[in-house]
């Protein structure tokens, strides 16, 4: 029963960070958003508790290459929730043979 523990865990885990993830994804498309319906050519961005004056393309490079990086993270995250399901599986199988 404690590796069942450590599997509930972990999929606990996984999803925790899955949904973080999900919510940094969104707030990027959103900023990416409305990056784009400004008409000038710099934004301001947060850098801790003051905002720096940014060219609008720079801004926009660094939120798509966060975003590549969320998606690449989220897929390592399917994987190994797929993987941790697995093992759940074959350990509910194991203990109804018993």
Do not use: C, N, W
């Amino acid at each position: 029963m404690g590796q069942a523990q450590v599997y509930q865990q972990q999929m606990q885990s996984i999803m925790a960070q899955k949904e973080t993830l999900k919510v940094q994804q969104l707030e990027i498309k959103k900023a990416l958003e409305e990056i784009g319906k400004s008409p000038e050519g710099h934004v301001y961005k947060a850098s801790g508790p003051i905002l720096i004056k940014s060219s609008m393309e720079d801004v926009k490079k660094e939120l798509s290459e966060k975003d590549e990086f969320i998606t690449t993270r989220l897929q390592t995250l399917e994987r190994s929730e797929k993987k941790v399901k697995e093992k759940i599986e074959e350990l509910r199988e194991k203990l109804s043979k018993e």
